[in-house]
C-alpha cells in the first residue's frame, strides 16, 4: 500500500514563494520502477501535470511553471519537494504528489496510480 502524505500549502501573495512537501514512506523513493510527481486542479479545471522525476532523477517541468518551480527528492528522507517562487494568481489550486510504476519523467496523469490527499494553494494578487 503507497501512502503519500502533502504538506506545505497555503495562501501567499503574488511573487511569493512555498515549498510543498510529500512523505513517501516505504522507499517507494527509492524504487526504480516508480517515477514521482506533482500535479495540480484549480476549480473547474482538469487535473494538470506540474513536474516529474524519474527514478534516475530525470526531471520534466509543464511549461507553466518552467523556471518558477523546482522538483527535488530526498530518498534519506522519503520526501518529494516542490518549491514554488515567483507564484502568480493562476498557479492557485489544489496540489496532489503521485506515484506511477514504468512512468519515466510523463506528465499524464492516467499513468499515476497512487495519490495523495492534496494540498491547498491560493495566491492573491
Known amino acids: 500500500q503507497v501512502q503519500l502524505l502533502e504538506s506545505g500549502g497555503g495562501s501567499v501573495q503574488a511573487g511569493g514563494s512555498l515549498r510543498l512537501t510529500c512523505v513517501a514512506p516505504g522507499g517507494i523513493l527509492s524504487n526504480y520502477e516508480y517515477s514521482m510527481a506533482w500535479f495540480r486542479q484549480a476549480p473547474g479545471k482538469e487535473r494538470e501535470g506540474v513536474a516529474a522525476?524519474?527514478?534516475?532523477?530525470?526531471?520534466t517541468y509543464a511549461e507553466a511553471v518552467k523556471g518558477r518551480f523546482t522538483a527535488s527528492k530526498d530518498k534519506a528522507r522519503d520526501t518529494l519537494y516542490l518549491q514554488m517562487n515567483s507564484l502568480a494568481p493562476e498557479d492557485t489550486a489544489i496540489y496532489y504528489c503521485?506515484?506511477?510504476?514504468?512512468?519515466?519523467?510523463?506528465?499524464?496523469?492516467?499513468?499515476?496510480?497512487?495519490w495523495g490527499q492534496g494540498t491547498q494553494v491560493t495566491v492573491s494578487s
Open positions: 522525476i524519474a527514478s534516475d532523477s530525470r526531471t
Open positions: 503521485a506515484a506511477g510504476r514504468w512512468v519515466a519523467d510523463r506528465l499524464s496523469p492516467r499513468e499515476y496510480s497512487h
